[in-house]
């Protein structure tokens, strides 16, 4: 079993920066897999990056890529989205999830491999 807690959200104007980060606690093997998603009150939830407990950056959303990084710290049982250049449509809540064995079935953009999730921690963006 794997409790995540997310934390780092706050308000930030439009080309700022924050600093998610989320704690893992429980046991987490090479194979997992790290995610951050992002969920707007109707809409759906949405993948915004993903890594490997043992390093490797998996994928980033496209809406994304070259402003956000993504990153942890196996010895604090830690991982990090670190967010520059946010724009209002950055604005939601953000979810760290984890896949304990992530098998290459689904998509590492969808939420089926995730099987635990933290609560959440809101971003809002102002313009």
């Known amino acids: 079993q794997v409790q995540l807690v997310e934390s780092g959200g706050g308000l930030v104007q439009a080309g700022g920066s924050l600093r998610l980060s989320c704690a893992a606690f429980g046991r987490l093997s090479g194979g997992a897999v790290m995610a951050w998603f992002r969920q707007v009150p109707g809409k759906e939830r949405e993948f915004v990056a993903a890594i490997r407990w043992s390093g490797s950056i998996l994928d980033y959303a496209d809406s994304v890529k070259g402003r956000f990084t993504i990153s942890r710290d196996n010895a604090k049982n830690m991982v990090y989205l670190q967010m520059n250049s946010l724009k209002p449509e950055d604005t939601a809540v953000y979810y760290c999830?984890?896949?304990?064995?992530?098998?290459?079935?689904?998509?590492?953009?969808?939420?089926?491999?995730?099987?635990?999730w933290g609560q959440g921690t809101q971003v809002t963006v102002s313009s």
């Open positions: 999830a984890v896949s304990s064995f992530y098998s290459g079935v689904y998509s590492i953009r969808s939420l089926n491999p995730y099987d635990h």
